[in-house]
């Protein structure tokens, strides 16, 4: 089964900006869908972008809008998150995730139709 692997987390100033990628092994992700969740602290997980499997469906958290960007490489097997114009509330642990059984068409934001996760990296936005 595919594993997930997060990297590009860390501290950043407000207004800044990080690139998260998630690198898959063990399998392509060329068949599934993506995602990007996030749980900040005391809340519970939430949606933040989906991209479906050739990148035709892409939908992002209200909160996220116009700030940040998925993208995928299925050659590369990688998935990125582009945050920009970053804020102190978007610090939270981010986790890659797979939906293995996507839809023909459209992406799913729901946590509970992505079986695949990442272990999570740590964003902190604060001056």
């Known amino acids: 089964q595919v594993q997930l692997v997060e990297s590009g987390g860390g501290l950043v100033q407000p207004g800044g900006s990080l690139r998260l990628s998630c690198a898959a092994s063990?399998?392509?992700?060329?068949?599934?869908?993506m995602g990007w969740f996030r749980q900040r602290p005391g809340k519970e997980s939430e949606f933040v972008a989906v991209?479906?499997?050739?990148?035709?469906?892409?939908n992002y958290a209200d909160s996220v809008k116009a700030r940040f960007t998925i993208s995928r490489d299925n050659a590369q097997n990688t998935v990125a998150l582009q945050m920009d114009l970053l804020r102190t509330e978007d610090t939270a642990v981010y986790f890659c995730?797979?939906?293995?059984?996507?839809?023909?068409?459209?992406?799913?934001?729901?946590?509970?139709?992505?079986?695949?996760w990442g272990q999570g990296t740590q964003v902190t936005v604060s001056s």
């Open positions: 995730a797979a939906d293995l059984k996507p839809l023909l068409l459209g992406v799913r934001d729901s946590r509970a139709a992505y079986k695949v």
């Open positions: 063990g399998g392509t992700i060329s068949n599934y869908g």
């Open positions: 991209i479906s499997r050739n990148g035709d469906w892409i």
